[in-house]
C-alpha cells in the first residue's frame, strides 16, 4: 500500500533504536526524509547512512536528550531550517523507565525524573514540533505508550503511570487539534525484544532472551501479561503500525490508542 509517504518531512525521537529504528526504516523504505533523535552522535550516524540507503532522499541525526527542553528546542530549530516543515513526529524514544521498584521505595526524585523523560520528553518534541507541523499540507502525531498501562504490574507503577499520562495528553491533543487537521494517535505496543530490552533480560539464568516465546513466558510469570499469540514481538512487528497511523493514508483516525500486543482481553 503506498502511504503517501514519498518526500514526507518525517521526525522519530529513539529513531535510533528499537522500535523507533523500525518506524524510522519503514518511513525511509516509503520515500520519506526521515530525522531521528537520540543522544549517541555514533548511533546517529550510522543509522542516517542506513536510512539513506533504505530510499530516505534526505536523513538527518539529531542530537538531543530530552531530559534538556533546550537540546530539544534546539533540535527542531535545525530541522526547520533544513526542511520548512514536518509532516509527522514521531516519540518513540525509551525506555526511560527508571526501574523496578515497588510503590514505597520510588523517591520524589526517581518519580520525577521518569516523568521527565517518558511524558515531558514528548510534550517538549510536540511543543517544539507544532509550528512546523502547523506549516505542513498534512500533520500528523503518534505517541507511544505501552500496554502495560492497561494490565498493570506493581514493579512497573511509575513507568505505567507516565505512560498513561502520555495516552491521555495523546487523547487531548487528538480534539484540541482536530480542527487544524493535526491528526495524533496512540500506539500501545506490547513486549517486543529491542536490543535494549534484550540487554535487560541477558543476565536472567536459563533465558534465552533472543527466544520470543520465552521471553513471553517470562515476562508472563513476573509481571502477569499473558497474550494470544503466547510470544513477544519484534521491533519490525510494530514499526509498521507506526507509518501508517503517521502517514498522508490515515485520514480518520485520531485520539485512537492502537494495541499492537500479541492479543488480550482489553481493549
Ligand atoms: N521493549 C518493550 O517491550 C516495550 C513495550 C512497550 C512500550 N515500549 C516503549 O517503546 C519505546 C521504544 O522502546 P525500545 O525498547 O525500542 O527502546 P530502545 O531500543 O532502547 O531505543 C531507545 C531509543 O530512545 C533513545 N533515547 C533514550 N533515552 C533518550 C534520551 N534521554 N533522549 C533522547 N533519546 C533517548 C535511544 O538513543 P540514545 O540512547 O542514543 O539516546 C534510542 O534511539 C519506549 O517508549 C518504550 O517505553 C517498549
Not at 503506498?2 to 518526500?7: E, M, P, S, V
Not at 507516565?162 to 487544524?180: G, H, I, R, W, Y
Request: charged share 20%.
Amino acid at each position: 500500500m503506498d502511504l503517501g509517504l514519498k518526500n514526507a518531512n518525517v521526525l522519530v525521537s529513539g529513531g535510533t533504536g528499537g522500535m523507533g529504528r523500525a518506524a524510522a526504516d519503514c518511513f525511509a523504505a516509503d520515500g520519506a526524509r526521515v530525522a531521528v533523535m537520540a543522544r549517541s552522535r555514533a548511533e546517529l550516524d550510522s543509522t542516517v547512512a542506513a536510512l539513506k540507503k533504505l530510499g530516505a532522499p534526505d536523513a538527518v541525526g539529531l542530537q538531543a536528550d530530552l531530559f534538556d527542553g533546550a537540546s530539544v528546542d534546539a533540535a527542531l530549530a535545525e530541522l526547520g531550517r533544513r526542511w520548512g516543515h514536518l509532516n509527522a513526529v514521531v516519540n518513540a524514544a525509551g525506555p526511560l523507565s527508571g526501574g523496578l521498584k515497588t510503590f514505597e521505595t520510588y523517591t520524589d526524585e526517581e518519580w520525577q525524573n521518569v516523568y521527565s523523560g517518558l511524558l515531558m520528553g514528548a510534550v517538549r518534541t510536540i511543543r517544539a514540533a507544532l509550528p512546523l507541523l502547523r506549516k505542513a499540507p498534512w500533520a500528523r502525531i503518534v505517541n507511544v505508550s505501552a500496554m502495560s498501562t492497561k494490565r498493570q504490574s506493581p514493579p512497573l507503577v511509575a513507568y505505567t503511570s507516565a505512560k498513561a499520562a502520555l495516552t491521555s495528553v495523546s487523547k487531548n491533543l487528538s480534539q484540541s487539534l482536530a480542527p487544524e487537521g493535526i491528526l495524533v494517535n496512540t500506539v500501545s505496543p506490547g513486549t517486543f525484544v529491542s536490543e535494549s530490552f534484550k540487554a535487560s533480560m541477558a543476565p536472567i539464568p536459563d533465558l534465552d532472551e533472543n527466544d520470543l516465546y520465552a521471553v513471553m513466558g517470562y515476562i508472563n510469570k513476573n509481571f502477569g501479561h499473558h497474550v494470544f499469540l503466547n510470544r513477544a514481538a519484534e521491533p519490525a512487528e510494530i514499526g509498521p503500525v507506526i507509518a501508517f497511523a503517521a502517514s498522508a493514508r490515515n485520514t480518520y483516525m485520531t485520539g485512537a490508542n492502537i494495541n499492537v500486543d500479541g492479543g488480550s482481553d482489553f481493549t
